[in-house]
């Protein structure tokens, strides 16, 4: 079994358990990632580090929540070894690729409240969809994007 399918299975044995925690049902919306976000301004106050088992919940919800509405966008396991066992990549006009990693973009928010998961998302699905080129200052942390022999951001 792949290190994603393994979350997953395990995501999903204690769904009840991460429903109650963050207090939303658990529907994979691109809405519900601003319930995450109110939940974590509330167990997380700002430049707070987060537990791993936060970190790898909430990151796969997000992860799936990318999945699920964004043409495209599918898991990449084991891009850092055992640092960060998954990313969402997207694909992209042009032949470029967009990856991003959802824990660090869940650390991220909680160090920065200001860097809104739900607002990358919206920008993500728009760069996806062709609607909007990639702007460095909007972007955000956790991504990479890939294409001909060129790689941005960090």
């Known amino acids: 079994m792949s290190r994603i399918a393994e979350l997953g299975r395990i995501f999903n ?85 967009l990856m991003v990693v959802p824990p660090e973009m869940v650390q991220d928010y909680i160090r920065h409240p200001g860097n809104s998961i739900s607002r990358l998302f919206r920008y993500y699905k728009e760069v996806a969809a062709g609607t909007r080129h990639i702007d460095d200052k909007l972007i955000g942390t956790g991504y990479t994007v890939y294409g001909g022999e060129e790689a941005e951001g960090q």
């Open 13 to 97: 044995e204690t769904l009840s358990e991460f429903e109650s925690h963050f207090g939303f049902k658990a529907d994979y919306t691109p809405e519900s990632i601003e319930l995450l976000e109110a939940r974590l301004d509330e167990l997380y106050p700002q430049g707070t580090m987060a537990r791993n088992g936060t970190l790898l919940g909430a990151g796969y919800y997000i992860g799936e929540v990318f999945i699920r509405n964004i043409e495209g966008a599918v898991w990449n396991e084991d891009i850092y070894g055992d640092k960060m066992p998954f990313a969402v990549t997207l694909t992209m006009p042009e032949d470029k690729v």
